[in-house]
């Protein structure tokens, strides 16, 4: 699995969304309960900053304004610098879990791809996660701990999906969202 790959197409798929939501929705409530668009779309950048700076060996003060502040353009740089080989084998330590650089990308594939969804369905657009994507992130997210999930903890409690259902959905609900979610 290309996870540079993988995260550079959730990435762009996430982007595309973004750019695609109304001003007057960025305050708008999301199937990730505790966050509205707007706070969704800072977390993104957020983490790629903080990640990036990370793999620099600075602090996120340090990088300022030469990664950007936008999801768009942070997006870049966090492939950029993780699409270095060494730096998918160097150490890390993400959520206070130690793990590689491929396990950082990892985890940040899977982030982006629900998060993009969620941003699009609380905008009301039409968005389809790719079966292929799908399924990876369901590969990923299946090996994390259970103690990451829980109110105030990384991840919803999993929903109940039937095994047949589409991936997309086994995804969402194992992520502890509503498949069937829209806006009020």
């Known amino acids: 699995?290309?996870?540079?790959?993988?995260?550079?197409?959730?990435?762009?798929?996430?982007?595309?969304?973004?750019?695609?939501?109304?001003?007057?929705?960025?305050?708008?409530?999301?199937?990730?309960?505790?966050?509205t668009?707007?706070?969704?779309?800072?977390?993104?950048?957020?983490n790629n900053r903080s990640l990036v700076a990370q793999a620099r060996d600075e602090t996120d003060a340090d990088i300022g304004m030469g990664i950007g502040t936008d999801f768009t353009t942070t997006s870049r740089v966090f492939t950029e610098t993780f699409a270095d080989p060494a730096m998918l084998t160097r150490r890390f330590e993400l959520a206070r879990i130690p793990t590689d650089g491929r396990g950082v990308v990892s985890v940040h594939f899977a982030d982006v791809l629900v998060h993009g969804w969620d941003i699009g369905r609380a905008a009301g657009l039409s968005v389809t996660i790719d079966e292929d994507l799908a399924h990876a992130a369901l590969r990923i997210t299946a090996r994390m701990p259970d103690g990451l999930r829980g109110p105030d903890r990384a991840f919803a409690h999993a929903r109940p999906a039937p095994d047949d259902a589409p991936v997309h959905t086994r995804l969402l609900a194992f992520l502890g969202r509503d498949p069937?979610?829209?806006p009020a």
Do not use: F, N
């Open 1 to 35: 699995m290309d996870v540079i790959e993988l995260d550079r197409r959730a990435s762009a798929a996430t982007g595309a969304i973004i750019d695609r939501v109304p001003a007057g929705l960025l305050d708008a409530r999301t199937p990730c309960t505790k966050w």
């Open 37 to 46: 668009v707007r706070e969704i779309v800072t977390h993104l950048v957020d």
């Open 180 to 182: 069937e979610w829209s």
